[in-house]
């Protein structure tokens, strides 16, 4: 046991990247890093992470800051209730705590959008507490390591994982060993082509050694992705154009995009001119028809959208439209909206 993780902490030594969180690993600057690399590549997050510790140097900051500041500083990266969950940990964290991060693993875990995986993280690599971070590249290390066909995406599998990352776990340097693991999964241990032969724990991987390498780790096949169908009103007053800000539980929750008529299956140009909704939004006012785009493909987790961008142009203002979801903006002011990927590809096209 000793010998894997003064190897892994050896390899880590020789082999890290000099990525920016790790200059001043304070409970703050894992905390941001963790939470925009969830779901997101390193050479992507970087930059983000750079532009919201610039903005916003310390929690107090960003917990000062408005959610709409957040979301457009997020604007990009996708599964933005991360970006919410951000904003009001941040507040809590001012209001519980006065602004510090507390050195406790279970009271990190009570904190909005912070999970085992990031509580282990925080109370690890910023407090030096022994709490093993389990995230895909150390399932992947692991699974190759002992050879497990247990999946990892159920509850058996996630605990006999969280066991084996503790009993693997090294509690005198348990900072240095998590980034180990991880940085092990990411550059050596990769999904893809992981270098074996010049593996420095090829001698104690059983998948190495049973030659299922590339079956591990086990994961059970992916929920069904739904299709939805967005046929979106792009209308434009002089010089204004109106928006739509998202307040269902669905997903863009508080970003803004177009008034929106979505249907179960495509839609003609005169279907969607023809339907109750569009009637009842244009209130009979005069208006013509622009310009209609391709259909635009967005991919989520278990979704893809389906859009067409419907450009219309109106003499007169909508009177029903204005409403605390609705609103007429300039469009030299868009920039400053936080919108979805899917519209800000539509409004650069």
Known sequence: MNHIQDTLINWYAANRRDLPWRHDPTPYQVW?????????????????????????????????????????????????????????????????????????????????????????????????????????????????????????????????????????????????????????????????????????????????AHQTVMQRPVKLQKLKVTTRYFNYLVIRIEGSIYLHKRSDDDIWKNLYDFPCIESEQPMTVEEVISSEKFVHLIENKHFTIIKVSPTFTHKLTHRTILAQFIEIKLEQKLLQIETKDLILARETELGSFPIPRLIDLYLNT
């Open 32 to 208: 941001i890093s963790e939470v925009i690399l969830q779901q997101t590549r390193v050479n992507q997050g970087w930059e983000y992470y750079l532009r919201f510790v610039g903005k916003w140097p310390t929690v107090t900051d960003l917990a000062a800051a408005s959610e709409e500041e957040v979301l457009k500083m997020w604007q990009g990266l996708g599964y933005y209730s991360r970006a919410r969950n951000l904003h009001t940990c941040a507040k809590q964290v001012v209001k519980q705590y006065s602004g510090a991060f507390p050195a406790d693993f279970e009271q990190l875990r009570k904190l909005k959008g912070i999970g085992d995986y990031t509580a282990a993280a925080i109370a690890s690599i910023a407090f030096n507490l022994p709490h093993a971070v389990v995230d895909g590249n150390v399932y992947r290390v692991l699974a190759r390591l002992y050879d497990i066909d247990t999946p990892i995406n159920i509850n058996e599998g996630q605990k006999l994982f969280a066991r084996l990352a503790d009993e693997l776990l090294n509690r005198e340097q348990p900072s240095l060993h998590n980034q180990a693991m991880m940085e092990f999964g990411a550059l050596h241990c990769t999904p893809k082509n992981p270098n074996c032969l010049l593996c420095p724990l090829q001698a104690q991987c059983l998948a190495f």
